[in-house]
């Protein structure tokens, strides 16, 4: 399990930043204190020294009588640090005026308590997460909450497909590790595809892993802008190392893209790299299965059906239902 790479970097150095930052302003701080307050300046020197007058106590002291020594010593520290807190209100100051003011008190703006990312740290990855992914200003329309299997009770048969393939596909996302193999949602349009499609990435996101959504159209869109300096898609093209690289890959739409030798060629590639891996795809398609036989190569169909769990999508289109006032 891994963070996309360039956010893990991009965010430690922000991390680090704020961690900087703070304790800098801490430093200016305390430096303009001791410059008004000479008592609390020799205070602070006083304390400063303790950890060394702890460990000549140490080195210096019977094994009985160490622990009295550091008692003595903390006690002073105790002291000296509440004549500090007094002197500091007594002139209007906050009593944690000169401590560093960290964003996260938790981790102290390091993005980690002990070994183990904090839940502030873990946030920004999350939200750089589904941008990264591809989609941001997505995640609150398309979630498994909101996804609501009422605009398939129009047949019985609707609804248990449907209810077993929401069923399914939650389990996959909330269950995500790099062995949880492939799936191929199909189905006719506006049956919740994509919608369950980005839930999907959504929660494994959340989980911590790689992922990437992208229409189909999209995607080959880059390998063209990669290959001939065009792009169908009139966007600025992403580096096509990341449908290879990352740990779950979502191809939206496929079918929907320009079909030729070098777009058929670039899917291929992909499909067949990422098995190679094993490395998690999943699939959506309004294709069915003759269809897609039809359009691409039998390498590619045959990877298809023989190594995807086919989830296959029932019901009558839900935009239409809403448009018509219906569930």
Same mark, same amino acid.
Request: charged share 20%; glycine share 4%; net charge positive.
């Given at each position: 399990m891994a963070y996309n790479k360039q956010n893990y970097i991009r965010i430690s150095e922000k991390f680090k930043s704020k961690y900087r930052i703070a304790e800098t302003k801490a430093d200016e701080r305390r430096a303009e204190i001791h410059k008004l307050f000479p008592e609390i300046a020799r205070i602070d020197k006083r304390m400063s020294g303790l950890s060394s007058e702890i460990m000549a106590a140490v080195m210096s002291c019977g094994a009985e009588s160490v622990g009295d020594a550091i008692s003595r010593i903390k006690q002073a520290n105790e002291s000296m640090s509440n004549e500090r807190k007094q002197l500091l209100r007594a002139a209007g100051y906050p009593e944690d005026y000169t401590d560093p003011h960290y964003e996260c008190e938790k981790c102290g703006d390091t993005g980690y308590i002990g070994t183990s990312i904090c839940d502030c740290m873990k946030k920004e990855l999350i939200c750089a997460g589904y941008e990264s992914a591809g989609i941001a200003g997505l995640t609150d329309k398309c979630s498994f909450d909101n996804f609501s299997l009422d605009y398939y009770r129009t047949s019985p048969e609707h609804l248990a497909r449907m209810t077993a393939v929401f069923d399914h596909v939650k389990k996959y996302a909330e269950t995500f590790t790099l062995g949880s193999g492939n799936m191929l949602l199909v189905g006719g349009t506006g049956l919740g595809k994509t919608h369950l499609s980005i839930a999907m990435a959504k929660n494994v996101i959340e989980r911590g892993y790689d992922v990437v959504y992208t229409p189909a159209t999209a995607m080959l869109s880059d390998f063209e802008f990669q290959r001939f300096g065009n792009s169908t898609s009139g966007t600025v093209a992403e580096d096509t190392s990341r449908y290879f690289n990352c740990e779950l890959l979502i191809i939206d739409d496929l079918g929907t893209e320009i079909n030729n030798q070098f777009t058929t060629n670039c899917l291929y590639n992909i499909?067949?790299?990422?098995?190679?891996?094993?490395?998690?795809?999943? &699939?959506?398609?309004?294709?069915?299965?003759?269809?897609?036989?039809?359009?691409?190569?039998?390498? &590619?169909?045959?990877?298809i059906f023989g190594e995807y769990k086919i989830m296959a999508f029932l019901g009558k289109d839900i935009r239409m239902q809403k448009m018509s006032g219906n569930k």
């Open positions: 499909i067949n790299a990422r098995l190679n891996s094993g490395l998690p795809t999943v &699939i959506s398609t309004n294709l069915v299965s003759n269809e897609l036989r039809n359009r691409y190569w039998d390498r &590619i169909t045959s990877r």
